[in-house]
């Protein structure tokens, strides 16, 4: 064989091993996930656009003013639970560019939501593939899209997430799994959760395919610790939702930014395989241990965030005449009130 050519196979040897464990890119401010052996940190939240009214085109300002606080953290990565964006256009990109992601000293991921994708296939063209999984030392990170049908996972990112987990089950050094997604996908079909997250997006026709083709995939797993996080979660006692279900082997979680004083983001700390979490304020407000967090708080022990200020009734009204639905539902009254009307008007001549 000639010089040349053991050269070439050489190099795409290395080509192909480095591309096969390279730690993964952010496609938002292109840093890279340093490799990490034992202790490692990193953050979680969802909804960083904020309030649903929010049409600044700018993110969430308790997370622009939390910006220092972020990066003081020194995280692996800061990943987003959908809801990143408000729209993708020209103009939300380079507002996010020049305000938080020039900004950010962390790689940013994103498990879209359905802002992110409200304008088409954009956020695809500019960010890359919308699932996706990667590895930090004992941990498996899986990212879904629970847009692409309506909450259930199906076809293509179905044998994805099916082939992911087989090969994490075979895997020894993976200790746990940690699945990232928008919307709380479990939290359908299931009585005790019925009670909450009403503002969260749902499946629009039937139901999601969680309980019927996901449960039985992460159920089977067999010392794996699994934690499902997702971030579609409006008005709210708190940022933070915790559920271990010790009888399926999961932990569910859920955290979410309304720019409110309750804004707050998850931060986990990982040590030799062990599983911390820690709530951290971005209003200087204290905080419970997460855990605390749970159905009964939810339910039962959280208190109103704030009392009602009368004086916010001139702005909260100048904002509803302004919004665009609440003249789509004057037209929608008008129009039904004139085809009664009309149909009574017909009926009487009969």
């Not at 088409?120 to 500019?126: A, L, P, T």
């Not at 449960?215 to 067999?222: C, F």
């Not at 986990?268 to 997460?290: A, D, F, H, M, R």
Request: hydrophobic share 40%.
């Amino acid at each position: 064989m000639k010089k040349e050519y053991k050269y070439l196979i050489f190099f795409s040897i290395y080509l192909l091993s480095t591309s096969l464990f390279a730690q993964p890119v952010s496609p938002f401010n292109k840093l890279r996930i340093n490799d990490s052996v034992n202790e490692y940190c990193f953050i979680v939240s969802g909804h960083f656009h904020g309030q649903s009214n929010n049409a600044s085109t700018f993110p969430a300002a308790t997370v622009l003013a939390g910006i220092d606080t972020l990066n003081a953290l020194q995280p692996n990565f800061l990943m987003s639970l959908g809801d990143l964006f408000m729209d993708v256009d020209d103009i939300y990109l380079q507002h996010y560019k020049t305000s938080l992601f020039d900004k950010l000293k962390i790689p940013l991921f994103n498990a879209v939501g359905n802002h992110d994708l409200s304008n088409g296939n954009r956020y695809e063209k500019e960010f890359g593939k919308s699932y996706f999984s990667f590895q930090v030392s004992s941990e498996l990170f899986i990212v879904l899209n629970t847009e692409l049908n309506d909450g259930s996972i199906k076809g293509e990112q179905y044998s994805f997430f099916e082939t992911v987990l087989k090969n994490a089950e075979v895997n020894n050094s993976i200790k746990n799994i940690f699945v990232f997604s928008h919307r709380p996908i479990w939290s359908e079909r299931v009585d005790k959760y019925s009670k909450l997250f009403l503002e969260n997006t749902r499946t629009e026709i039937g139901s999601n395919n969680f309980l019927d083709d996901l449960m039985p995939l992460l159920v089977s797993l067999k010392g794996k610790y699994i934690v499902w996080m997702s971030g579609s979660m409006g008005a709210g006692p708190a940022s933070f939702f915790y559920d271990k279900n010790d009888d399926l082997g999961i932990t569910f979680i859920q955290t979410a930014i309304r720019d409110t004083p309750r804004d707050a983001i998850l931060k986990v700390n990982v040590k030799n395989g062990q599983i911390g979490y820690e709530g951290i304020s971005l209003t200087n407000q204290t905080l419970n241990p997460i855990e605390q967090y749970n159905i009964d708080y939810w339910l039962n022990d959280a208190k109103p965030e704030q009392e009602f200020n009368i004086r916010l009734v001139p702005y909260l009204t100048k904002q509803m005449l302004l919004h665009r639905y609440f003249w789509y539902g004057v037209l929608g009254c008008l129009f039904f009130i004139i085809s009664i009307r009309y149909i009574l008007k017909k009926k009487n001549k009969f």
